[in-house]
């Protein structure tokens, strides 16, 4: 029993698993014969579901596919059958759920189909509508607009004749015709038309409420209408507003004018109304009048969240406020009058205050007072912030002004401060100083207080007064009539007793001595900066530094061109023009020299070596003692790595120096290349390994390999070694990773990748292994030496490493000018390559063949010395394919595989023809096999051929099989059958 059950529950899973695994099988693809490019729809398993008979086939993320033939479009099912023949002009679909998926969609992200989805076809200017089984159910005129109601009726509006349709979902329709648009029903049983709907489903001209069978509910036509939350429609004729009933009921008759044009009376108790003669009042929702039309306008005096507190009115030019029944609470005594709000006693409670102005004085109105502020002002300045938690802002204080002088009243009214102030100040929003000139208090206009703030006088002059208070400075300038702060001073800094600023018109600094409350006699400085030890830089309109300490005494006259403070010691540079050129000087921190030596320029103090120029000749000084480790004697002097220097005379020949002076290799030689390095890319060498180098030097036409020890190796096999074993990479001479390595290394990913866990050890004897034939490798050991020397190392030519003749020109430069430019080019160069390099790849290697690619990489932050030299130009043919034949290298052309054009043709259709997971842009065969551009590789398998052309989603090549077997039955390409096998 056990057992039944077993095979019973196991062979239902089986079913089950094959079902799905035919289901996953019968998902489809769209396929194009790119030589007829036309396009059909394969399985998974290759067989053609839908032949490639059509101009275009494309899917919907619901798996249904629209396709165009010669005569127009039609729709498939997602199972290929047809849904719609392919005679319609345009096909579009009733819901934006659908969409056209794109090639490269990573996942076919499958819709729920319903029975409510329409298609929208054109033919023959007609509009068409069509269901998801292919059925038609209705045809309606060209210029017909198609809108869903929410139970997936469809309302059709004719644009031309202005009249609707509506038909439900079976294609019945409910209302054959009717003038203007209709607003979707939303499930109810009602709805407008009207000459226009707009987007929240009103209508607006000739408004009329229809049933579903298009039948006039209301005897009544309407300029415009809504219908609210509660049924009922609101409406306007001839711009009157009122409010009915569905049963026709009037629940406010059209009488009166609205202003604001807002109908849907939920959303507020009340509003303003204008009678005939433009006379305003209120009118509740309910259409019971407030007030009386009677006053020339009417505002809505709002308060928190815009809940209205009263109603301002104005009347022959004369303003007050009522409360919400019509009660006077500001008499209409006012010339002109706005409201205020704040929070009260910071008890989070809204109040709105007024501002009134009455025969030229401005009064602050509280109408919850017994009686009105009788105080009257030349001006009040609200100081207000917005609030964006009660949209609308919120007043923390006023400024007063009467008689010329100024004051501050609290947000409720009280005085704060009198008008007895003869200043006013804005230092930034929300705080303001007023005062004398002698004694001066800020006021904070906080959300919940007004804080003040005293500045006491600190200092002055003819121009400019010094007040301190809050542990801040401000400035008032004299001439700018009682201006303050950042619209005329910088920021104040203080440096122990000094005080500084610059004024912001003429860009001059003054300086302020704390302790004697007086402005320091220093003239005609227009630049400061601190280097933090109570020393300053200054420096005039002429631009001449000097040094000045933290009481203004003068410790540097201002006659230097520069003067550099030196951030490890107390010393600093000094610049100057002596003869044509400039000096640099190391004073001490009173100005007197450190040491008499002059330099071309500054170097930091206690840094480590450093290389410096005096006399327009390098060399290496200890920053520390000051004494020299590679005296001053040379064009160009600059660091490699680790403690190696690269020295060049003025007669631009080149050598190698160490730090300490210990010459490695003489400065006799015309171009010194470094071909290896064990250092680290940072100019590190390593500590636990002796340094490791080669260098490749050449003199005239002699060419040397020269080791760490400046030792020459005259031996063309040597370099020939160490270049091979640089560029195959399988068998590296020193054993390090991360080394410098300026001739090309081979890059094996394409023939050899990366298996995990093997050993670099492994990896190199897997690389090994694949250099079988020795006449290959030294074929292609020769192609990029030859390629290498070809590129001439020069600075012209943005060569890094190879330092040479700064090169030919129609007029030579003296030597050691050339030599100059030579050393400053490779000197801000020594890394950076900022445009292209070429990679090597070997492709595939066989017995007697091997196809390498050649790359041009784009290089955009850093030149990888391990990867290429700087390129060479460009090979044409970015395919190198070497076979050996008859014990001799031979590079091969497509021509010498297929001499004959049309047999090449034929080949490249054939396999064409076996890729239909290509789309490629439609073109004809000849063009296509042109685009190959005579690009192709070797393998066992065949001929591999590179199909270049240009692709919205990739501009990588397309690669094209011509199989061996092929290549065999061909009497004039046969014989490279043998070679590849």
Request: charged share 25%; hydrophobic share 35%.
């Amino acid at each position: 029993m056990i057992d039944q059950q077993f095979m019973k529950h196991f062979l239902i899973f089986v079913f089950a698993f094959c079902l799905m695994q035919f289901t996953q099988a019968q998902e489809l693809r769209i396929v194009k014969d790119n030589i007829n490019c036309t396009y059909g729809i394969k399985d998974d398993a290759g067989k053609w579901v839908v032949e490639a008979n059509y101009i275009l086939i494309e899917q919907y993320n619901t798996g249904y596919f629209r396709v165009r033939d010669e005569i127009g479009l039609g729709v498939l099912t997602p199972e290929g059958k047809q849904l719609l023949p392919c005679i319609h002009d345009q096909i579009t679909i009733s819901t934006y759920n659908w969409r056209i998926r794109n090639r490269y969609d990573s996942y076919q992200n499958y819709g729920e189909n319903t029975e409510h989805v329409y298609f929208y076809a054109v033919k023959n200017n007609r509009q068409l509508v069509y269901n998801l089984r292919g059925e038609k159910m209705a045809s309606f005129g060209i210029h017909t607009d198609f809108k869903l109601d929410s139970d997936y009726s469809i309302i059709a509006y004719n644009r031309n004749s202005r009249f609707s349709r509506y038909i439900d979902s079976t294609g019945r329709f409910l209302i054959d015709s009717i003038q203007g648009k209709i607003a979707p029903f939303n499930g109810e049983n009602y709805t407008l038309v009207g000459d226009n709907i707009s987007a929240n489903d009103r209508a607006n001209g000739n408004a009329r409420v229809v049933n579903r069978k298009g039948e006039l509910l209301l005897d009544i036509e309407m300029d415009y209408a809504l219908i609210d939350s509660k049924s009922r429609v609101c409406f306007s004729i001839d711009k009157r507003y009122g409010v009915i009933s569905l049963s026709g009921d009037t629940i406010i008759a059209p009488k009166y004018k609205r202003l604001d044009g807002a109908l849907h009376i939920d959303a507020k108790k009340m509003w303003p109304i204008y009678d005939d003669e433009g006379k305003a009042g209120v009118m509740k929702n309910d259409g019971t009048i407030r007030i009386d039309p009677q006053y020339d306008n009417i505002y809505a005096a709002t308060g928190l969240n815009r809940v209205k507190v009263g109603w301002m009115v104005e009347k022959d030019k004369r303003f007050g406020l009522l409360d919400l029944d019509g009660k006077e609470m500001i008499p209409m005594n006012y010339d002109q009058m706005y409201a205020v709000n704040f929070m009260m006693n910071n008890a989070r409670t809204l109040t709105t205050n007024y501002i009134g102005r009455s025969k030229g004085k401005f009064y602050y109105l509280t109408p919850n007072a017994e009686e009105l502020s009788s105080v009257g002002y030349d001006s009040i300045l609200p100081v207000s912030e917005h609030h964006y938690s009660y949209s609308l802002s919120l007043t923390r204080g006023l400024i007063t002004k009467n008689k010329g002088k100024y004051g501050v009243l609290n947000p409720d009214g009280s005085e704060l401060v009198g008008c007895n102030s003869d200043l006013k100040f804005l230092m930034s929003k929300g705080r303001y100083i007023l005062g004398q000139s002698a004694n001066l208090t800020e006021y904070r206009f906080n959300r919940d207080a007004i804080e003040t703030i005293e500045w006491v006088p600190l200092a002055s002059d003819g121009r400019l007064n010094i007040y301190y208070g809050n542990d801040r400075y401000i400035g008032l300038d004299k001439k700018k009539s009682g201006q303050i702060g950042k619209s005329q001073l910088q920021s104040f800094q203080k440096y122990g007793n000094l005080l500084t600023a610059n004024y912001a018109d003429t860009r001059e600094w003054v300086f302020f001595d704390l302790t004697a409350k007086k402005r320091l006699p220093l003239k005609n400085i227009y630049s400061f900066r601190s280097n933090g030890n109570d020393q300053f830089v200054i420096s005039t309109r002429q631009n001449h530094h000097g040094i000045i300490d933290a009481n203004a005494n003068l410790i540097i006259d201002t006659i230097y061109n520069n003067i550099t403070l030196n951030r490890n010691s107390s010393n600093f540079w000094v610049a100057k023009v002596v003869g044509d050129h400039q000096v640099n000087m190391l004073l001490d921190s009173v100005g007197q020299p450190v040491i008499p030596n002059q330099f071309d320029g500054s170097f930091e103090l206690n840094s480590g070596d450093k290389i410096v120029s005096q006399n327009q000749k390098k060399g290496l000084i200890d920053s520390k003692t000051l004494q020299w480790k590679i005296r001053p004697n040379n064009v160009c002097l600059i660091r490699l790595f680790d403690d190696y220097y690269y020295a060049g005379n003025e007669y631009n020949k080149k050598g190698i120096v160490k730090a300490d002076g210990k010459v490695v290799l003489p400065i006799a030689y015309d171009t010194i290349i470094l071909l290896y390095s064990n250092c680290q890319m940072n100019g590190m060498c390593p500590t636990d390994d002796p340094t490791k180098i080669r260098w490749l030097v050449r003199k005239g036409s002699a060419e040397y390999l020269a080791d760490e020890t400046g030792k020459l190796l005259n031996s063309r096999s040597a370099i020939r070694r160490l270049k091979e074993s640089l560029f195959f990479d399988h068998d590296t001479l020193f054993g390090y990773y991360n080394q410098y390595r300026t001739f090309p290394v081979l890059d094996y990913t394409p023939s050899l990748h990366f298996l995990r866990g093997l050993t670099m050890k492994q990896i190199q004897a897997k690389r090994r292994a694949l250099w079988k034939n020795p006449i290959l490798k030294g074929e292609v050991l020769d192609t990029i030496n030859r390629l290498w020397n070809s590129f001439v190392p020069n600075c012209n030519r943005g060569y890094y490493w190879g330092i040479t003749t700064y090169g030919n020109q129609a007029k030579p430069k003296p030597l050691a000018e050339k030599a100059r430019r030579s050393c400053e080019y490779y000197q801000s160069n020594p890394y950076y390559f900022a445009g292209n390099y070429l990679v090597y790849q070997l492709r595939l290697i066989g017995k007697k063949f091997l196809t390498m690619d050649i790359s041009y990489q784009n290089q955009n932050n850093s030149w990888d010395p391990l990867r290429s030299q700087a390129p060479p130009p460009i090979p044409e043919n970015q395919h190198i394919n070497i076979i050996e034949q008859n014990g001799k290298a031979r590079y091969l052309s497509l021509k010498d595989i297929f001499p004959d054009d049309d047999i090449l043709m034929q080949e490249f259709m054939a396999s064409l023809q076996k890729r239909d997971d290509l789309q490629l842009e439609c073109s004809s065969l000849e063009n296509m096999l042109a685009m190959v551009n005579g690009s192709f590789s070797l393998s066992d398998e065949g001929v591999h051929l590179y199909l270049s052309q240009y692709s919205l989603y990739s501009n990588s090549p397309m690669e094209l099989l011509i199989p061996v077997e092929n290549l065999a039955k061909l009497s004039k390409s046969k014989w490279i059958v043998p070679l590849l096998k």
